[in-house]
């Protein structure tokens, strides 16, 4: 009999002690952040000194999602990445703070002949087929153009063939204003860029009587006043093509810039999302300054 009742006080106090340990204030092991967590034997039951609860196991979820490790890129943004890359002079697109280099080297680039340098001063001297009381702006002038939208028409329209020397891609219908600010543009900034190898500007609109930016209910645009030219592309001697949308490098930046002192509004590449294609030139009547973005 005493053995049967030391045997039972020996399991009480076995069984205290294990109470204590479960009352430890030690936190319990999360197995997710474990380096070699050991998995339970099948069908044996879950130790509670090793085992996490559903909250244990949400805790460590959570401390791995928020891991400082950055997240793999998805495939469709880095293909889109490269791809912009390949064409980093897309229009508006600036992938680093530097402007990229000049992408034509116009030293390779044979300069007029003695000939053409001749017809070209010949021209610029002549008043010959001169518009606008500029010998090197050449041309014809034409008739009041006149419209039943109010605010287009223009009173004194010249057909502008070629300034400085330099010939349009077509005759562009506008008034002196304009005609003379591009001619000393070409004349004092765009032809020396180039060395003096500009032979034609790619014209992209002139006059046409439309809202700004052709959007319904806006202002009319100074294209319906005739004083405003959109340039496209410059063309070189050796028949190379520099385009506002593909090759708007350090050069183009460098001329357009420039274009401020003598338009009274620029508009190109990433200044308002309707002229990534083109540089718009005006000389608006407003009151202010130049506006150039």
Same mark, same amino acid.
């Given at each position: ?29 999360? +197995?997710?952040?474990?380096?070699? +967590? #050991? ?21 460590? #979820? ?10 793999? /890129? ?5 293909? /889109? ?18 402007? +990229? ?14 000939? #053409? ?26 008739? =009041? ?38 001619? &000393? ?6 032809? +020396? ?17 439309? &809202? /700004? ?7 009319? &645009?100074?294209?319906?006043?005739? =004083? ?32 401020? &002192? ?32």
């Amino acid at each position: 009999m005493r053995g049967l009742i030391l045997g039972l006080c020996l399991c009480l106090a076995q069984g205290a002690l294990a109470q204590e340990i479960d009352r430890s204030p030690r936190p319990i092991a999360n +197995p997710l952040l474990s380096s070699s +967590p #050991e998995a339970p034997a099948a069908g044996a039951a879950p130790d509670t000194a090793t085992a996490p609860d559903t909250r244990t196991a949400a805790v460590g #979820e959570a401390v791995l999602t928020r891991s400082l490790r950055p997240a793999p /890129r998805p495939p469709a943004l880095a293909d /889109r990445i490269a791809a912009l890359r390949s064409t980093s002079n897309a229009p508006g697109l600036d992938l680093s703070a530097r402007p +990229p280099e000049d992408e034509v080297d116009l030293a390779a680039i044979p300069p007029p002949s003695k000939k #053409e340098e001749r017809r070209k001063k010949r021209e610029k001297a002549s008043m010959k087929g001169a518009v606008c009381g500029v010998p090197a702006i050449k041309g014809e002038e034409i008739a =009041r153009i006149r419209s039943k939208v109010d605010g287009c028409g223009v009173e004194d329209p010249v057909m502008v063939t070629s300034v400085a020397g330099v010939r349009l891609s077509q005759p562009a219908t506008v008034d002196c204003s304009i005609a003379q600010a591009l001619n &000393s543009w070409v004349d004092d900034v765009a032809q +020396p860029a180039f060395d003096g190898k500009l032979v034609e500007l790619q014209i992209a609109a002139h006059y046409i009587c439309r &809202s /700004r930016n052709n959007v319904k209910g806006a202002k009319v &645009s100074e294209h319906g006043k005739g =004083r405003a030219v959109d340039i496209s592309a410059f063309i070189l001697s050796n028949g190379k093509v520099l385009t506002v949308a593909q090759d708007y490098n350090r050069l183009l930046r460098k001329i357009y810039k420039a274009g401020c &002192s003598y338009f009274r509004t620029t508009l190109g590449p990433g200044s308002d999302g309707y002229h990534e294609d083109h540089f718009h030139f005006d000389t608006s009547a407003r009151s202010g300054g130049a506006y150039c973005r």
